[in-house]
């Protein structure tokens, strides 16, 4: 029954460790080292919406009769519109 029990114990700290392991290494890749540029002008701050779609890889859309863009990132999305 004790070595039962032992084998029990130590196949669940195995399984802890697997699985924390896969969730460090998966978190390490989610968590990237991108950076972009922020341009300081008459003391407000900005950011390039093109270098922003380039870093990120975002899908975009731009309709210029309206002058409105869309940005989307899985099942996420962002309106805005220009001027």
Do not use: C, W
Request: proline share 1%; glycine share 4%; no cysteine.
């Amino acid at each position: 029954m004790l070595k039962h029990i032992r084998f029990i114990t130590i196949k669940k700290l195995f399984n802890f460790l697997l699985l924390f392991s896969i969730a460090f290494f998966f978190s390490k890749g989610v968590a990237s080292e991108k950076s972009i540029a922020v341009i300081k002008i008459n003391s407000k701050n900005y950011v390039s919406l093109e270098e922003m779609i380039k870093t990120f890889s975002i899908e975009h859309s731009f309709d210029p009769v309206f002058q409105k863009g869309r940005l989307y990132s899985k099942s996420h999305f962002m309106v805005y519109k220009t001027g």
